[in-house]
């Protein structure tokens, strides 16, 4: 009897989480259509010099270290060496700048509007000799919204500015889908590269509705204007239908890939399956194991660094739908 009792629990708890997570999906949908609706507040462009924070951050290490007398005589020597630089007739040549853009993806690619705006101003200054490196964390999610993701990168790509992509922690679905217009993709060893493949899910409630005598009606126009639905009973021709879709989609991902890894062996990584960085190099879906701060360390001598983000004031209802997106994303990774 204990034990069926515990049952009897343990499959109402899960319908009451089924149901909660349905309602909390649907509340996400409905207030990131008002929000696009509405349009956001006027954002502002920040720039941060990444070379001037690494000369800070090692000096603050040398006074440290330093006795208090070799400070003051390092300080003077670099002080008197920056006057010298400055009286020069024939200073140096204007050094390439390496521009460094951080983008942290979620289901809706909510980031995509200032990445835009972003992109918009640096095709205004870049050169040809500088570079655009992003550092892209992104688990994927919607089909359109990292879609626009990858078109924005791919206009700095177009305009003949070296684009890099570096993945500390994770480029997996759509965010690999945005990673491959870069002219070279740059991975920890352990960051999560792939998983390239479509998906689609949904709870249905029809039944549960029935049992409690409650209809539920859909009228469409077009055959197949609605296909899986939360509420109506789903017919296996919907089923049919949504499969199809989905292997079209996953068609047009791959068909994209190649435009831009020519090389990639589809079979192999077109499956839905990820990789850490080792293995994403040999498959040849990333092209260096470097991390993003070794990659600018290495280039500070030969290159002006800046760190450029396009800061959006937003709303509480913005904040809040911001943190369910991330709450969510992190549980559906954590059932991966």
């Not at 300080?75 to 040549?93: H, W």
């Not at 590269?193 to 077009?222: C, K, M, Y």
């Amino acid at each position: 009897m204990l034990i069926e009792a515990l049952i009897e629990y343990g499959l109402f708890a899960a319908k009451a989480l089924t149901l909660m997570l349905a309602l909390a999906l649907l509340v996400m949908m409905l207030l990131r259509a008002r929000l696009d609706s509405q349009g956001g507040d006027d954002g502002r462009l920040e720039i941060t010099d990444l070379g001037e924070r690494y000369r800070d951050m090692a000096l603050g290490l040398k006074q440290a270290m330093l006795p208090a007398k070799a400070y003051k005589q390092l300080i003077k020597a670099e002080r008197k060496a920056d006057k010298a630089r400055a009286k020069e007739t024939n200073p140096e040549p204007e050094k390439r700048r390496i521009f460094v853009v951080d983008f942290h993806g979620d289901i809706m690619a909510s980031e995509v509007g200032g990445l835009r705006e972003l992109i918009s101003a640096l095709l205004l200054v870049a050169r040809q000799e500088d570079e655009v490196l992003v550092r892209l964390e992104n688990t994927g999610g919607a089909v359109h919204e990292h879609g626009l993701g990858a078109s924005q990168l791919l206009r700095l790509r177009q305009a003949g500015i070296a684009l890099t992509v570096s993945v500390d922690k994770v480029a997996a679905s759509g965010g690999y889908l945005m990673a491959v217009v870069a002219n070279r993709i740059l991975a920890a060893p352990f960051a999560v590269i792939g998983s390239i493949g479509v998906v689609a899910e949904l709870p249905n409630f029809h039944r549960w509705l029935q049992r409690n005598g409650i209809d539920f009606e859909l009228h469409t126009a077009g055959e197949h204007k609605r296909t899986l639905t939360l509420f109506g009973e789903n017919t296996e021709e919907a089923r049919v239908k949504v499969r199809e879709q989905l292997e079209d989609v996953h068609r047009q991902f791959k068909s994209f890939l190649l435009e831009y890894r020519p090389d990639l062996p589809l079979e192999e990584v077109a499956t839905g399956e990820y990789w850490h960085g080792e293995q994403a190099l040999t498959l040849g879906l990333v092209d260096e194991l470097r991390t993003s701060d070794d990659y600018l360390l290495a280039a500070r001598e030969e290159a002006d660094l800046y760190l450029v983000n396009y800061q959006v004031k937003k709303k509480p209802l913005e904040r809040l739908l911001g943190s369910l997106q991330l709450k969510a994303a992190r549980w559906r990774n954590a059932l991966r």
